[in-house]
T-cell receptor, first 115, second 114 residues
Framework: GENVEQHPSTLSVQEGDSAVIKCTYS??????FPWYKQELGKRPQLIID?????GEKKDQRIAVTLNKTAKHFSLHITETQPEDSAVYFC??????????????FGTGTRLQVTL | DAGVIQSPRHEVTEMGQEVTLRCKPI?????LFWYRQTMMRGLELLIY????????DSGMPEDRFSAKMPNASFSTLKIQPSEPRDSAVYFC????????????FGPGTRLTVT
């Protein structure tokens, strides 16, 4: 099955700086890569996703890049703010084949944005 | 829509007792997922349903765990008998599946087994 590795496990940046979180996956058939944000005591929520037919996607201060050849994808947060402090999870999924995507999650990155 | 609803939000029980967690998915979502989250193991998919039918239960840790979905608006995850190592946050999530990969998570149930 799919195996997703995520680094780093913790990341501390100063407000205004950029943060980068990286993930690798093992199944070359995976074609959907979401990122979820989980604030302390809250539920995971989707913040951005990318499909394998594009190499980059951007939404305001967050962007995701995908390198299918190397089987890795990254989350980039620019101009970080204190409210970006949370745990971020990457995930990978094989193609929909009449059943829903089965997400395999990375182990999470705890991002701390300091003033 | 109220989103995915889970109950109870917190459950404290003694080892050996039966525990039942409940989930109501978003109306119209055909897929329902049960996850377990711990510090050590992260987010693990336990089982998921499509149109009330279990599709993949390979993540269910052992026979003590069972899940049902008797109708499109209700699912249960049961642990019998419970053990201290079952202590975790259990999330239910739902999605439309075919139209969208996005999974919407419920608020979770924090289970503590003493």
């Amino acid at each position: 099955g799919e195996n997703v590795e995520q680094h780093p496990s913790t990341l501390s940046v100063q407000e205004g700086d950029s943060a980068v979180i990286k993930c690798t996956y093992s199944d070359s058939a995976s074609n959907y890569f979401p990122w979820y944000k989980q604030e302390l005591g809250k539920r995971p929520q989707l913040i951005i996703d990318i499909r394998s037919n594009v190499g980059e996607k951007k939404d305001q201060r967050i962007a995701v890049t995908l390198n299918k050849t190397a089987k890795h994808f990254s989350l980039h947060i620019t101009e970080t703010q204190p409210e970006d402090s949370a745990v971020y999870f990457c995930a990978a999924s094989p193609p929909l084949t009449g059943t829903a995507s089965k997400l395999t999650f990375g182990t999470g990155t705890r991002l701390q944005v300091t003033l | 829509d109220a989103g995915v609803i889970q109950s109870p939000r917190h459950e404290v029980t003694e080892m050996g007792q039966e525990v039942t967690l409940r989930c109501k998915p978003i109306s119209g979502h055909d897929y329902l997922f049960w996850y377990r989250q711990t510090m050590m193991r992260g987010l693990e998919l336990l089982i998921y349903f499509n149109n009330n039918v279990p599709i993949d239960d390979s993540g269910m840790p052992e026979d003590r765990f069972s899940a049902k979905m008797p109708n499109a608006s209700f699912s249960t995850l049961k642990i019998q008998p419970s053990e201290p190592r079952d202590s975790a946050v259990y999330f239910c999530a739902s999605s439309t599946g075919v139209l969208s990969y996005e999974q919407y998570f419920g608020p979770g149930t924090r289970l503590t087994v003493t």
